[in-house]
């Protein structure tokens, strides 16, 4: 396993992570999930992330309990906030109220005394951002928070974060997570660029597209029993990776991964390491299995002509 800095900063991740969306306390039981988590931590995966909304909290209990085994100083650990955690007024959002009430409610479920990232799960435009960052601020000076993070913000957005945090001498954001894979590519527009210009890393999630870039999907075929496609508590974000044109691009990319003795899971999250601005891929795994492959794209080399032959397969 390979280890990037996170942006400006002088902390290390792996760069491949180990997430929890749509799996833990979901589709994965916890023994499952433990498995794969202790399968990771033994491949040198140092980076874990999570989020309070995640099943309602039960993903951050499995995950705190799994890392328990472990020293603290050994791993990475991120936690989010935004989403609904309950039906009043205040249970959603970046005010001071919510954030203060939800790491506190993180900090318990996982059993830890900080986290090492926090995350705003997305940009709350009912909130002024400098009472969201004043309130993270505020958990770093008291030791509960290591480094402050975001997740879908846009570059205006970003950069509004980082002139409020410098206009007040709050900590900075150093870490973006977004949606980005070969068939979702919205951030190198402009969010990658502006993120690498002010010292700020992307933690990407959904490298392999829901699992279309597995291979385990293909274009004429029923979709394979008991796969995150046929379950519907985590298949609703899918239909647009299971259409006929970009299924037809799967098969092009599995027929070069072949090529290059990789699986295409491999060469997808080796594609997105290209990118000196990604320090991470955030993968998801039910299997130890699962997680052991994805973790050998670490190190991946992709030469010229791969790229340029992958840029004409996603045209």
Request: aromatic share 8%; charged share 25%.
């Amino acid at each position: 396993m390979e280890y990037r800095k996170l942006g400006r900063t002088g902390l290390k991740v792996s760069e491949i992570s180990l997430g929890s969306w749509l799996t833990y306390g979901n589709s994965t039981e916890a023994d499952t999930a433990t498995k794969v988590i202790d399968k990771a931590y033994d491949l040198g995966i140092n980076s874990f992330d999570t989020a309070n909304m995640y099943a309602l909290g039960e993903a951050e209990k499995i995950v705190g309990q799994a890392l328990s085994k472990y020293p603290r100083e050994s791993f990475v650990l991120a936690t989010k906030v935004f989403w609904p955690m309950g039906d009043g007024p205040n249970d959603r959002g970046l005010s001071r109220k919510h954030v203060f009430e939800q790491l506190h409610a993180s900090l318990k479920r996982l059993k830890m005394d900080y986290v090492d990232i926090y995350y705003c799960h997305r940009y709350d435009p009912e909130t002024p951002v400098d009472e969201t960052l004043r309130t993270i601020d505020d958990m770093v000076r008291q030791g509960k928070v290591l480094y402050v993070g975001v997740s879908e913000w846009t570059a205006a957005q970003i950069v509004e974060g980082l002139g409020t945090a410098d206009r007040y001498l709050l900590d900075r954001i150093v870490v973006n997570q977004p949606q980005y894979n070969m068939l979702h590519r919205d951030i190198e527009q402009d969010v990658l660029l502006t993120s690498v210009k002010n010292g700020i890393s992307q933690v990407v999630f959904s490298p392999l597209a829901q699992g279309v870039l597995t291979g385990k999907y293909r274009r004429g075929q029923a979709l394979p029993e008991g796969s995150r496609a046929t379950d519907p508590s985590s298949n609703m974000f899918m239909s647009a990776y299971l259409e006929d044109n970009v299924l037809e691009k799967v098969e092009k990319l599995i027929g070069l991964a072949k090529g290059l003795d990789l699986s295409l899971s491999q060469l997808a999250i080796a594609w997105i390491l290209r990118q000196p601005g990604v320090a991470s891929a955030l993968v998801g795994a039910s299997k130890p299995q699962q997680i052991e492959e994805n973790a050998k794209a670490s190190g991946v080399q992709l030469s010229e002509d791969t790229l340029n032959t992958i840029e004409d397969i996603l045209q």
